[in-house]
């Protein structure tokens, strides 16, 4: 019996064998992972986030503050004044319209907020604000009150936002009691489309001792219903 070898010709032999290399290859390079894509900036441009969408703004990018809300046009039109919040101490930005460069970044009453006894969280630094969070929970359990904005920011659709979790958790550890509030008037003196704050009546609504368990979703619920406005998903 004659081997397969010797049935087929020299250069048929040599033609199968570089096309079993080749599918060889070929199946080594897709069986390969492809590299872990990381949550952020990407070299296109665009933005990745954690939901797997990829944000690619138009037009061109002037690195700010954590989060651009607001912007007004100076009357000569040389200067955007853009208002930061998000993560950090809201700032203003100052940006030249000729230059597309940020000017300065001047603290929004940092010094006022601090001066009343406020304490800043790192939001953006993990070993900072672990740090920042130690010495909240240090001052309630030494007694001292705390009025906490768990919310964060808001936006210009009436509804009350996800409540973050800080507020609760050092009234737990420290075990002090949840009172919940609603502050009303405060989108018609600082409308989303505009930086000027407006004289308007601000009042003040007590709601109520919230049990620390379940606080978080019993609170923002006594707050939306205070002020009549939805819960957002």
């Known amino acids: 019996m004659k081997s397969l070898v010797n049935l087929l010709k ?49 037009g061109e990018q002037v690195p700010v503050d954590t989060l651009p809300m607001r912007s007004a046009l100076s009357k000569d039109g040389r200067y955007l004044l853009v208002l930061n919040a998000g ?8 940006i030249e319209v000729a230059t597309k460069k940020e000017m300065k970044r001047v603290p929004l009453a940092s010094l006022m907020l601090r001066r009343l006894g ?4 790192d939001r953006v630094d993990r070993h900072k604000g672990a740090s920042d969070a130690r010495r909240v929970v240090k001052l309630a359990a030494a007694g001292q009150s705390l009025v906490f ?3 964060g920011t808001f936006d210009a659709n009436r509804r009350i936002g996800r409540f973050l979790g800080g507020a609760f958790t050092t009234a737990k550890r ?60």
């Open 174 to 233: 420290a075990q002090m009691p949840i009172v919940a509030a609603a502050i009303h008037g405060t989108r018609e003196v600082l409308p989303d489309t505009s930086l000027l704050i407006r004289r308007r009546p601000i009042r003040f609504e007590i709601l109520g001792v919230v049990d620390v368990e379940g606080a978080r979703q019993r609170s923002r619920e006594l707050i939306a219903q205070a002020l009549g406005e939805p819960l957002a998903r």
């Open 10 to 58: 020299w250069p048929d032999v040599a033609q199968a064998a570089v096309a079993l290399a080749m599918v060889l290859t070929a199946g080594l390079l897709v069986s390969q992972e492809k590299p872990p894509v990381r949550v952020g900036p990407l070299e296109d441009g665009g933005f990745l986030l954690n939901s797997g969408w990829v944000l690619r703004p138009a």
């Open 87 to 94: 993560y950090k101490e809201p700032s203003i930005s100052v």
């Open 149 to 151: 904005f768990p919310e």
């Open 118 to 121: 406020s304490a800043f969280v």
